[in-house]
């Protein structure tokens, strides 16, 4: 396939819509004389939110709707689409199903991962009757894929007597939830990771799809994983290793030994930094690069899409903020790490203008 660059991306795009595309375009490339290069479309973090009988939240609902309609006029089609969680606010079936219904406009295989809204209302059994399977691996023109359920938690506390799914949904679905618990990948399916591994080559690029980061970042908000450190010294032997996530609703990049870690921007709404990120000089912040602020009464500010090309079998990403300055977090190979390409200047922010 010919390499796929930005701007031929961009003057396709701007064929299809003037606006934010809310997804993201994966290139895996291994070089110019290797006839296995393919995209795959990343869409994530639309939360649909059910009002009553078939009325839901608009912004949500168009969120999605858009990273459909372009995913399915992306030139060249992508070999596949991969959805990172959230699908639903608050887990009601009315939510997962109105956002599959959106969903099932799109055109070629779509892969799934559990995001804790999909999951605490009713642990998971909706979506999974809807989707199958909340981990797997597969593999595509030699790449290795793994998709792992992130946000399960203590067993005791899922389980403990709750009057309704809902209320223990509502201590989970939330950023401050002192009620809450922390996300984790949990035994079962490490073992099962591990077994995964033990049949996939060193050389094997590997990307591991997830909800939550498989990173310590912020605990308040849970933007964590419990067991992060078990999950990627399962996967330290390997030569390339990529995470990819959702959940956060902003822009992060981090690099822990072989594993690079990029987030994704939702199809909803940003997340804000919380202020806590820089007193905690241990955690990622230090490495994590502040999107343009968002503006709190324009709902899809800040917003976007990322083209992320993994050209080396690392991930550079590249955010179009429609409403603020476009940001690129490249795989700095001097560093060893990715890195922002430059620094946040809140004075080139552009202010809101019409937006639909
Ligand atoms: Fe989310
Ligand atoms: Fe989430």
């Known amino acids: 396939m010919k390499p796929f660059n930005r701007r031929e991306f961009l003057k396709r795009s701007a064929v299809v819509a003037a606006g934010t595309l809310p997804l993201s375009l994966v290139e895996v490339a291994f070089g110019k004389n290797n006839a296995q290069n393919f995209t795959f479309a990343y869409i994530s973090d639309s939360h649909i939110t059910h009002i009553k009988g078939k009325e839901f939240v608009r912004n949500w ?44 406009g799109l055109s070629g295989k779509t892969h799934y991962v559990m995001g804790e809204h999909d999951y605490y209302n009713d642990l998971g059994d909706y979506w999974q009757k809807q989707l199958g399977a909340d981990h797997y691996s597969f593999d595509h023109k030699g790449v290795h894929f793994i998709v792992l359920n992130s946000i399960l938690t203590y067993e005791k506390w899922m389980y403990q007597k709750w009057d309704k799914g809902m209320d223990r949904m509502k201590q989970m679905a939330r950023l401050d939830n002192p009620h809450g618990q922390p996300f984790m990948v949990g035994d079962a399916q490490r073992a099962w990771l591990k077994k995964d591994l033990a049949k996939i080559d060193k050389d094997t690029p590997i990307v591991v799809f997830s ?12 933007f964590w994983t419990e067991d992060a450190e078990q999950v990627q010294a399962l996967l330290q032997d390997f030569n390339k290793v990529s995470v990819l ?18 987030s994704a921007m939702a199809t909803a709404w940003p997340w804000p930094y919380p202020k806590a990120y820089t007193q905690v000089a241990s955690y990622m912040p230090k490495l994590t690069v502040e999107m343009n602020r968002a503006d709190p009464f324009f709902e899809r500010d800040a917003t976007g899409w990322q083209f992320i090309n993994m050209d080396t079998g690392n991930a550079d990403l590249h955010y179009l903020l429609p409403d603020n300055a476009n940001r ?17 200047d809140v004075s080139k922010r552009i202010p809101p203008q019409s937006h639909y």
Do not use: C
Not at 71 to 82: C, E, G, I, Q, W
Not at 252 to 259: A, D, F, L, R, S
Not at 328 to 344: E, L, R, S
């Open 245 to 262: 996530y959702g959940h956060v609703h902003q822009i992060q990049y981090n690099q822990i030994g072989n594993i690079s870690f990029n």
């Open 211 to 222: 909800h939550s980061p498989l990173q310590k970042i912020y605990k308040g908000w849970n």
């Open 61 to 104: 609902d168009r969120g999605l709707m858009r990273a459909v309609a372009e995913t399915n006029l992306l030139d060249p089609k992508p070999d596949f689409v991969f959805y990172g969680g959230d699908i639903a606010q608050l887990g009601k079936p009315e939510e997962i199903d109105h956002g599959l219904e959106i969903l099932s």
């Open 328 to 344: 690129v977090v490249a795989f700095d190979k001097q560093a060893g790490h990715p890195a922002d390409t430059q620094f946040q």
